[in-house]
């Protein structure tokens, strides 16, 4: 087997927000760990042959200068610029969230105003985010545009100098916000409410298109919308949009998760149809571009993340290598998989084994890793992160199989929007045909089963514990045991979490869809061991749903470890408890799965 190390994991450096100068001639991107969010910022040329060069840090949300002179960028929620021969200086003591450069020396800015003081005590939502121009010449900021109280939560600048987009919601919190969310044009009228979960604001011509929720359900594919007459640019489509990217000289430009693939595309003018550039096997994030080059992280089966550049329709070219320890190393075969689930519907996924095995080195204990969301998905990527711990895990001698059951994003709307209310169903068995499948293959040990997953991943492990007893050994991270207590607790607020746990429109007779849909309603029926973790200040799946599942398994007496990390949210972000993660799931899985159960 290997000695791959929980450091080596944890510590891996991921490149980030690559930013093509408007000239196409350099490009900067961050780097950083996982879990953090502000990082080193680096400068290296578009077209290669020079080694990147650190600008500043730490720094956030890097944006270009129009002359491509000079980068600005957040440290510690003030904005901040710095020229490519360095020398950074603070442009502004105002707290920003985000900026836009703009031609002429004035910078749009999104930050807080002044506020009265806070009551320590009282449960309000956060300050809401205003409009301002800084006037770079003067040093002067003032208010920009009549938004009202709204909370400002995207711009985006016209490229021929015409009205700023800006979207925003009535208060901070994700509900009501993206339920009753505004496009304006300041300086010119409002627009049509747009889609939920709307982002991505690109101008086109004239034209204001972005990125939101396939109406009319709040469960469902994303989209790409035209804002000004809500066109949806993507209908029909069995594929899924997940970045949308201004052009300015041209059509915006687009990444499509493709099954287990990436492609870009481009918007035709003639169709209003986006049309494939260049496919990717694996992932690409974080597309930008500028002077006719794109800059992307990409990253393939055995290739970690890395800047790629090249023109649109490719080839890209690797600028940087941000984990040579991990490029060095021999891994496992990573295989994709193709079947169909038992109502003849198409599925794929990935099988990982471990270094140096092949197929024919089967049966082995066999973990299954389910993503969250439901709709995100297993790209052909390097897998091996704290969270996504496949190459962790196949080190130590399991295979593991990560499944993209019906609910997953790469395969169109109608394919993403059939959990809506069904949460457990059909998605559940799509799982359990690809385990059965590589138990018919020699692949798995039937006797040697174990899931996991952290969020909707997390959810659907308490439900493989709850409603099978195939497994030997399952951990819980941050996932879901009651639907009901959820839609109450939960900062997606009621809509969203009905409309996954099935409330939405029922009327009886029989269980409540909450109840029928939530692992904690069949505790009594759980004998697998089970490994809850969570951050005890989740607010997305408030720890009150690990704690609802671990006094029910005490109650009926169930095998499990009930792990708390302090300070933590939805995600892991501290050192120490990524590491504690990958040490304890792996202990886990070993202490259940190697050792053969008795008959």
Same mark, same amino acid.
């Given at each position: 087997m290997g000695n791959l190390s929980a450091e080596t994991v944890v510590d891996r450096i991921l490149p980030r927000e690559p930013r093509v100068s408007p000239d196409g001639r350099w490009v900067v991107y961050l780097t950083t760990t996982r879990g953090r969010t502000a990082g080193d910022l680096w400068l290296v040329p578009a077209a290669g042959g020079a080694p990147p060069r650190k600008l500043a840090g730490p720094a956030e949300a890097p944006r270009w200068a129009p002359d491509s002179g000079s980068v600005f960028y957040l440290a510690a929620r003030r904005l901040h610029r710095v020229g490519r021969t360095g020398d950074a200086e603070r442009v502004t003591d105002r707290v920003v969230t985000a900026c836009v450069p703009l031609p002429g020396d004035l910078v749009v800015l999104v930050g807080p105003g002044e506020e009265p003081p806070r009551d320590p005590y009282l449960r309000a939502p956060e300050p809401p985010d205003r409009l301002w121009l800084l006037d770079l010449t003067t040093g002067e900021v003032r208010p920009h545009g009549d938004l009202g109280d709204r909370h400002v939560v995207e711009v985006a600048a016209h490229p021929g100098g015409g009205p700023l987009a800006v979207l925003t919601w009535p208060v901070t919190d994700h509900c009501p916000g993206m339920l009753e969310a505004r496009l304006h044009l300041v300086g010119g009228h409002d627009l049509p409410a747009p889609a939920v979960e709307a982002s991505a604001?690109?101008?086109?011509?004239?034209?204001?298109?972005?990125?939101?929720? @396939?109406?009319?359900?709040l469960v469902g594919g994303y989209a790409i919308f035209d804002a000004g007459d809500g066109a949806n640019l993507t209908e029909g489509m069995d594929v899924c949009p997940v970045?949308?990217?201004?052009?300015?000289?041209?059509?915006?430009? #687009?990444?499509?998760?493709?099954?287990?693939?990436?492609?870009?595309?481009?918007?035709?003018? *003639?169709?209003?149809?986006?049309?494939?550039?260049?496919?990717?096997?694996?992932? &690409?994030? %974080?597309?930008?571009?500028?002077?006719?080059?794109?800059?992307?992280?990409?990253?393939?089966?055995?290739?970690?993340?890395?800047?790629? @550049?090249?023109?649109?329709?490719?080839? &890209?070219?690797?600028?940087?290598?941000s984990s040579p320890e991990l490029r060095a190393r021999t891994w496992g075969p990573q295989e994709r998989l193709a079947y169909r689930a038992a109502d003849g519907?198409? &599925?794929?996924?990935? &099988?990982?084994?471990?270094?140096?095995?092949?197929?024919?080195?089967?049966?082995?204990p066999l973990v299954t890793l389910v993503h969250g969301g439901p709709y995100d998905r297993w790209a052909d990527r390097f897998i091996g992160g704290w969270h996504r711990q496949a190459r962790w895990l196949a080190d130590a001698g399991f295979a593991v199989f990560l499944p993209n059951p019906r609910g997953s994003q790469g395969h169109g709307h109608a394919f993403a929007v059939s959990?809506?209310?069904?949460?457990?169903?059909?998605?559940?068995?799509?799982?359990?045909?690809?385990?059965?499948?590589?138990?018919?293959?020699?692949?798995?040990?039937?006797?040697?089963?174990?899931?996991?997953?952290?969020?909707?991943?997390? %959810?659907?492990?308490?439900? *493989?514990?709850?409603?099978?007893?195939? %497994?030997?050994?399952?951990?819980?991270? #941050?996932?879901?045991?009651?639907?009901?207590?959820?839609?109450?607790?939960?900062e997606l607020g009621a809509p969203f979490e009905a409309a996954y746990g099935g409330s939405i429109g029922w009327e009886g007779p029989g269980p409540h869809p909450h109840d029928r849909n939530s692992p904690i309603s069949y505790a009594a029926d759980i004998r697998t061991p089970i490994l809850l973790l969570h951050g005890a200040d989740d607010t997305n799946v408030p720890l009150s749903q690990a704690e609802f599942l671990h006094r029910a398994l005490r109650h009926f007496g169930v095998e499990h470890e009930f792990a708390v990390y302090p300070g933590e949210g939805h995600s892991l972000r501290g050192r120490e408890h990524q590491l504690d993660f990958l040490h304890r799931t792996r202990e886990w899985f070993t202490r259940w799965l190697k050792p053969a159960r008795p008959a």
């Amino acid at each position: 087997m290997g000695n791959l190390s929980a450091e080596t994991v944890v510590d891996r450096i991921l490149p980030r927000e690559p930013r093509v100068s408007p000239d196409g001639r350099w490009v900067v991107y961050l780097t950083t760990t996982r879990g953090r969010t502000a990082g080193d910022l680096w400068l290296v040329p578009a077209a290669g042959g020079a080694p990147p060069r650190k600008l500043a840090g730490p720094a956030e949300a890097p944006r270009w200068a129009p002359d491509s002179g000079s980068v600005f960028y957040l440290a510690a929620r003030r904005l901040h610029r710095v020229g490519r021969t360095g020398d950074a200086e603070r442009v502004t003591d105002r707290v920003v969230t985000a900026c836009v450069p703009l031609p002429g020396d004035l910078v749009v800015l999104v930050g807080p105003g002044e506020e009265p003081p806070r009551d320590p005590y009282l449960r309000a939502p956060e300050p809401p985010d205003r409009l301002w121009l800084l006037d770079l010449t003067t040093g002067e900021v003032r208010p920009h545009g009549d938004l009202g109280d709204r909370h400002v939560v995207e711009v985006a600048a016209h490229p021929g100098g015409g009205p700023l987009a800006v979207l925003t919601w009535p208060v901070t919190d994700h509900c009501p916000g993206m339920l009753e969310a505004r496009l304006h044009l300041v300086g010119g009228h409002d627009l049509p409410a747009p889609a939920v979960e709307a982002s991505a604001l690109t101008w086109w011509g004239d034209r204001l298109l972005y990125l939101g929720l @396939t109406p009319p359900g709040l469960v469902g594919g994303y989209a790409i919308f035209d804002a000004g007459d809500g066109a949806n640019l993507t209908e029909g489509m069995d594929v899924c949009p997940v970045e949308l990217v201004q052009v300015d000289d041209g059509p915006p430009l #687009a990444l499509f998760a493709e099954g287990l693939d990436t492609t870009i595309r481009r918007l035709d003018p *003639a169709t209003r149809r986006f049309v494939e550039l260049a496919h990717a096997p694996g992932s &690409l994030e %974080f597309l930008n571009h500028g002077g006719g080059v794109v800059a992307v992280v990409a990253s393939t089966a055995t290739e970690p993340d890395d800047v790629h @550049t090249g023109p649109p329709g490719g080839p &890209l070219t690797r600028l940087t290598d941000s984990s040579p320890e991990l490029r060095a190393r021999t891994w496992g075969p990573q295989e994709r998989l193709a079947y169909r689930a038992a109502d003849g519907l198409e &599925l794929d996924g990935l &099988l990982v084994l471990p270094p140096g095995a092949t197929r024919q080195d089967g049966p082995f204990p066999l973990v299954t890793l389910v993503h969250g969301g439901p709709y995100d998905r297993w790209a052909d990527r390097f897998i091996g992160g704290w969270h996504r711990q496949a190459r962790w895990l196949a080190d130590a001698g399991f295979a593991v199989f990560l499944p993209n059951p019906r609910g997953s994003q790469g395969h169109g709307h109608a394919f993403a929007v059939s959990v809506a209310g069904a949460v457990g169903g059909a998605e559940w068995t799509d799982i359990l045909t690809g385990i059965d499948l590589l138990i018919d293959a020699g692949v798995a040990d039937p006797d040697r089963l174990g899931i996991g997953g952290g969020s909707h991943g997390g %959810f659907l492990a308490a439900w *493989a514990a709850a409603r099978s007893d195939r %497994f030997a050994a399952a951990f819980v991270n #941050a996932g879901v045991s009651d639907w009901g207590m959820l839609a109450a607790t939960g900062e997606l607020g009621a809509p969203f979490e009905a409309a996954y746990g099935g409330s939405i429109g029922w009327e009886g007779p029989g269980p409540h869809p909450h109840d029928r849909n939530s692992p904690i309603s069949y505790a009594a029926d759980i004998r697998t061991p089970i490994l809850l973790l969570h951050g005890a200040d989740d607010t997305n799946v408030p720890l009150s749903q690990a704690e609802f599942l671990h006094r029910a398994l005490r109650h009926f007496g169930v095998e499990h470890e009930f792990a708390v990390y302090p300070g933590e949210g939805h995600s892991l972000r501290g050192r120490e408890h990524q590491l504690d993660f990958l040490h304890r799931t792996r202990e886990w899985f070993t202490r259940w799965l190697k050792p053969a159960r008795p008959a």
